[in-house]
C-alpha cells in the first residue's frame, strides 16, 4: 500500500514502533465506509462480532470483551509527568524512563501475527483552530471502527498534518500476539489486568496503551488524548478541556443559549444532553455528551466545541423513558459492546424498559437464566454511534468555531445537603463549587460511613492530567483574565434529593427543563433569585413545581439545612487537606467565607 503521507517525524515513530512490535503487516486507515465494513466483515469471519437481525438493527453489530476488560482501569492508569509532584496525589505516577522501559518489554513482539494499522484522526471538526490531530497505532480493527464513529479519521487528517504538522502520538496494543497465520478465534484480545497500562507522558504529550481493548483504555482519542493530555496543553495554553456536556436550549420565544456541564461519571450525562423538556416551549438540543474544549475568543467571550463526532454511551439504564432520543440514535449503524442478544438477533439489557421477548444470550454468550441473580448485559455495556445518527442533534453541532457558552453547570448525586441549584456569586466562587463535586457512595458497598462523599473536582479526578491544585488555579487564572460580564455564569445542580423516607424528591429527567429554564433566565437578567450562605438560589415562585412534587418537597429542596451544611464544611476541608499544599489560597478563602456565612445566617 502506498504510503500516503510524507511527515518525515511522523514516518520515523511509525517505523520505530512497528521495529518495537513486529506486527506482519502495516495498513493506513482513510476513514472511508469502505474500509469500516471491511473491518467488520473481517471480525464477523472471525467470530468476534455478531451482525444483528438487519430488519431490527441494520448495520449494527454486537462485540463481547473479555470479562477482565469491561471498563476504564484507574488503576492501571499513569501520568507518568518528569515530576511526581506534577502529577499531583490524585494521579497514579511512575517515573517516565521506568514506565518506557516496563512497557517496551511489553510492546515487544506484541504485534506479531496482526496488523498494526495507522489511524490519523482529529479531534474536533477538521479546520478549527481549537481542534487537535492524532494519530493512534493499533493492532485492534474492533479500535479501528470505534475510532471511525467517535473521531474524524481519513485523508483530510493527513492534508492539515502535511509534512510537519503536529500531532499527539497515541500507541495502542491489546498486547496478545498471535502465532503466524493465527487468528484469535472469536475471543476478545487483551492482556491479563496486571499487564494492563494506560501511560500518559504529559510533557511529550504522548500516549502508551497496552493490554486493553475497551473503551477509554483503547479509543485513546477520548479520555487519554481529549482530557488528560488536552487538559496539560490547556493549561500550558491558556484555555480549558473539560468532561463536560454542551447543550443548546431554545426558549418559547424561540431564543437560544448554550449550557456545558460537568457530572461525574454515570450520573446521566448523555441523558441531559439529550433532554425533552416537560415545560411547554422549551427544547433542548445537543452539542456533545461527554467532552467540551473551551477557549475565550477575542472578544472575551468563552466558546466551546465538542471535539468528539460520536457517542459511547452506557446502555443499560438507556430506555424510551430515560433517552428517547438515544434510543432513536442506536437503530442503525451502531457497535454494541457487551448487551444482551435476543433470539431474534435483537439487543436487550436491564433498564430498556420492556421485559426480555423471549431467551437472552448474556453479555458473555451464555444462555441467560434469568433466575441466576446475575445481569443480562454487563452494567457497564456501551453502544457506539455517529452523532449525527442523533435526532436532536444541533445543526451547529460541528461549526469550527463554536457556540458560546452562557452557563456553566457541575453536579453530583448528592441524596442529601445540597439543593436543587444554586448559582455562584462569582467566577471564583464558582470554581469553588466546581472544586468540591462529588458524589455520596452507597455506604454498605464500601463499607464507608453513611453519607460519605467521593469527591471528582468540576468531575475530573479521573482525567485531569496533572496537580489538581494547580488545575483550580489554572480554572481561576483563565477567569480572572477576562471581563467579569462576560464569564459564563456558573451554577451547582443536583437532581438527587432524597427525603428521609429514601424517596425521590425531585422526578429528574424531563422535569430538570425547570431547572435550566431558571438558569436561562438568569443568564438573560431575568429569573428571581434570593441570597443564601450557598449563593443565589431561586424562589419558591421562581421554578414551576412539576405536578408530582408536593409543596413542602419543593422547599425542601430549595432550602438550606444550616446544620448539615456546617458538617459539608468539614467534609470540603478533609478533601482540600488531601490535595495538599498547591491547593489556591483564594479557595481555602472561598470556604472561610462560607462557613462565616452559615454562621450568620
Ligand atoms: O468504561 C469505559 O471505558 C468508558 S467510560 C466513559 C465512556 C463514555 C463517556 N464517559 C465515560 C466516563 O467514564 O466518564
Ligand atoms: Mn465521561
Known sequence: MAIPCRHAKLLAWIEDVARLTGPDRIEWCDGSPDEYDRMLAMM????????????KRPGCYLFRSDPSDVARVENRTFIASRCREDAGPTNNWVAPDELKATLRRLYDGCMRGRTMYVIPFSMGPLGSDISRVGVELTDSPYVVANMHLMTRVGDGVIRVLGEDGDFIACLHSVGKPLPRGGTDGGTWPCAPLADKYIAHFPEERLIWSYGSGYGGNALLGKKCLALRIASVAARDEGWLAEHMLILKITNPEGQHKYIAAAFPSACGKTNLAMLVPTLPGWT???????IAWMRFDESGYLHAINPENGFFGVA??????????????IHRNTIFTNVALTEDGDVWWEGIGYPPPGRLTDWQGNAWDPDS???AAHPNARF?????QCPVIAPEWRDPRGV???AILFGGR?????????EAFDWSHGVFLGSTVGSEVTAAALDLPAGTVRRDPMAMLPFCGYHM?????HWLDVGARQAPEKLPRIFFVNWFRKGEDGRWLWPGYGENGRVLAWIYDRCDGRGAARTTPLGLMPTMEAIERPDVVGHEDMAEILSVDREAWLREVVLIREHYEQLGDRLPARLWAELAGLEERLRDA
Do not use: W
Not at 433542548?284 to 455528551?289: L, P, R
Not at 491544585?469 to 488555579?473: A, L
Open 469 to 473: 491544585g494547580d488545575y483550580f488555579q
Open 316 to 329: 443499560t439504564g438507556t430506555s424510551a423513558d430515560s433517552n428517547p432520543s438515544a434510543m432513536q440514535c
Open 414 to 422: 448528592r441524596p442529601t445537603t445540597v439543593p436543587l441549584v444554586h
Open 44 to 55: 464477523e469471519a472471525d467470530g468476534l462480532a455478531v451482525m444483528l437481525n438487519p430488519a
Open 384 to 388: 457506539t454511534v455517529p452523532a449525527n
Open 404 to 406: 458560546r457558552i452562557s
Open 373 to 375: 441473580g446475575k445481569p
Open 284 to 290: 433542548v438540543e445537543t452539542i456533545g455528551d461527554d
